[in-house]
């Protein structure tokens, strides 16, 4: 007995067969004794089908006309869903994100819930009800609709978790849960039963695609404990927790719980920029002004008054970076501006790092070991990122998650 | 300058290519001094294709979660054509129905609207900006969202224009307005200049498919004066009003001002019912509980205390009608059930009717001349109807529009 949130994502909810897999899922889990709210997200490409809507009539949307228009996706999520279970025989009810008491601040598009008031969704599972909410979307203080940017379903079931004091917060999706690295790069990836919200924020932050980095952050602020597992089994997946509980369940941390990748970087580099003080403040801060996030950043050491200082962008934001940066290089007289598509960043991910200081060194090893040249490298106390060159980053992930022993027992 | 409310069909609304020729019909107005609040459904088939996608789901879906979905429609409807407003460089706020403050009863699929509390559009126009309000739609007093039934964009129209006691009501759609009879039936059918609030509620109960009933009887208590006109075309249409007003500028009504009719009827006739009080009540009670709307009822004299009953209903209720009347049947004896769909229904409308007694007869005696036999008959204040043959409707419409002289003038 105990209150249950379960989120499941778009492509769960894509079709009426899909639709009526997770409507079991739901109803199982009501009828072994649980008080159940499920948050849903838009079925499958419906987003895509809306924002190619948008293109065709305005190069320029307005965010509020965005957000409205979002927000039909969930809408239509939530009702069919709401249909499927009550053509089973239960009692259920579906609400959108502001029917269900879910306040935003003024932004759109990516706005931050500010309160959850679950008064409404708390009547209606006293009533015996199975709650349907909107994932994604709340209401801004204007009553304006408005969405909470990608993954923002995980961030509605976390949040809804917390304000409704939830016993377990299920994340659905169509893995098993989060694995020592992607199971589609490497064979032998094995499933985590346990993660710390650092680590599962780490590896959020480089490349692995399985839960919302924000949505961990508010699990982490608020304890919530989240299991990601499986629209399509009924497998125990992976429980992400507080790393107390961690260390209290398995005694000892492993040095390394995953290797990360993302292909989707893109290295600049500003050759010949004059050393003085306050060039690197220039640059970071006009690039933050125009919202291009930087990543990891390489300074080399000056020759001749001169030097190059390297960074990395996302692929999505490489014209703008490359215009602001030759408008800087040439009010700077910096010599060039070069931007290199062809590297990807590989890292790994551990807790056990807090307490052995071993962990870079052996990766170095492990990489240079096999011929891997290393281009950059930043570090966080449980994480360590390298940047590599993408033909070999393939190699590289392999090498790491066999070197760290993280492979599938035989 | 004035205040108008503009609604368009989801016929208008279906493609960009469309919905630009609507938002330019809404920035002309904008920019010819007038406040506008434009109202629209859901894009061409979309309310078709949710529908298709519930019934995927459920047999039977209940009627809340199907409004929630529904509702999405006009949703998509009012942001995007926002953003084509937006894009030709226009201020533009879109809103669901509850947000422009339109409450309704509890029901759900066919709500009532109970009250308008136009504060917010009123505060956009203040501002400046064109209002897009979503018809169709409302909340209801637990805040759940509820549709107004087939034609309720109209209705969202007419009461808002009310509520907001603007300067006119312009109902668009792919028509140049009201005809003396179908277009596509008759070729010299006219457009009407004036149409009395009545005579548009007796044309759309027998046929006529320009405007919602509901919208013109509450245009017709409010005093809001309809402007039915083409999205495609800047002619002027019809204008529904009082007949008061009609009297003044036409000095004389028509005796006709239109013929209209409905293909989608079906006579029942039940035989050899017992002649006993009571009886005609009994049927009719069940076929009302059963949700039948009857049409037009002959019963026949008794002959050896039994006689036939004949009425007509929609052809969609013809299942439900034949299962209800063969239990009575049963139950009260009577010897057989017959259902004949080859029936059809003529009918001429006009406020001229109130003072001139001839009507009738020289309907009878137009469609007899023409050797067309008139099976059952009804008559109202301003609206004479006859079932015939099927196979003779097309002949009956265009004698009668003849007849009464309604063609276009050459």
Same mark, same amino acid.
């Given at each position: 007995m105990g209150l249950v949130v379960m989120k499941f994502g778009g492509s769960s909810v894509a079709d009426a067969d899909k639709m009526k897999v997770v409507a079991r899922k739901i109803t199982a889990k009501k009828n072994a004794g649980n008080k159940v709210v499920a948050v849903v997200s838009a079925p499958g490409d419906t987003t895509d089908d809306l924002l190619e809507m948008a293109e065709k009539v305005s190069a320029n949307p307005p965010a509020r006309e965005m957000d409205m228009l979002l927000a039909t996706g969930e809408q239509v999520s939530i009702s069919l869903l709401a249909m499927t279970i009550d053509a089973m025989g239960e009692k259920v009810v579906s609400m959108t994100g502001p029917q269900a008491g879910i306040t935003a601040d003024a932004d759109y598009t990516r706005a931050k819930i500010r309160k959850i008031d679950p008064k409404k969704v708390k009547a209606q599972l006293a009533k015996g009800n199975i709650v349907i909410v909107a994932g994604f979307q709340a209401a801004n203080p204007k009553g304006d609709i408005t969405t909470l940017g990608r993954g923002g379903s995980d961030l509605t079931a976390v949040a809804l978790a917390a304000a409704l004091e939830a016993d377990s917060c299920e994340i659905y999706s169509d893995v098993e849960g989060v694995y020592t690295t992607d199971p589609r790069a490497v064979k032998n990836a094995r499933k985590l039963d346990y993660l710390s919200y650092d680590e599962m924020l780490e590896m959020a932050g480089s490349g692995a695609q399985v839960l919302q980095a924000r949505s961990v952050e508010v699990a982490k602020k608020f304890g919530v404990e989240i299991h990601s597992r499986s629209t399509f089994s009924d497998n125990v997946g992976t429980i992400i927790t507080s790393e107390e509980k961690i260390r209290r369940k398995k005694m000892e941390a492993l040095l390394v719980s995953a290797v990360t990748f993302d292909k989707n970087q893109v290295k600049f580099t500003i050759i !010949?920029?004059? !050393?003085?003080?306050g060039v690197a403040a220039k640059i970071f801060g006009k690039l933050a002004k125009i919202g291009v996030n930087v990543d990891m950043i390489i300074q080399s050491a000056a020759v001749d008054k001169k030097n190059d200082i390297s960074f990395t962008v996302s692929k999505q934001d490489i014209k703008k970076t490359q215009l602001e940066l030759d408008k800087i290089a040439a009010e700077l007289k910096a010599s060039n501006v070069v931007a290199d598509e062809n590297v990807a960043k590989v890292s790994v991910v551990g807790i056990g790092m807090r307490s052995n200081a071993g962990v870079a060194a052996q990766m170095f090893e492990i990489l240079s070991k096999k011929g891997i040249n290393i281009e950059m490298i930043s570090t966080s106390e449980i994480k360590i990122s390298c940047i590599v060159d993408s033909t070999d980053l393939t190699k590289a992930v392999e090498y790491l998650h066999d070197g760290f022993k993280l492979a599938k027992k035989k």
């Open positions: !010949d920029l004059p !050393d003085i003080p």
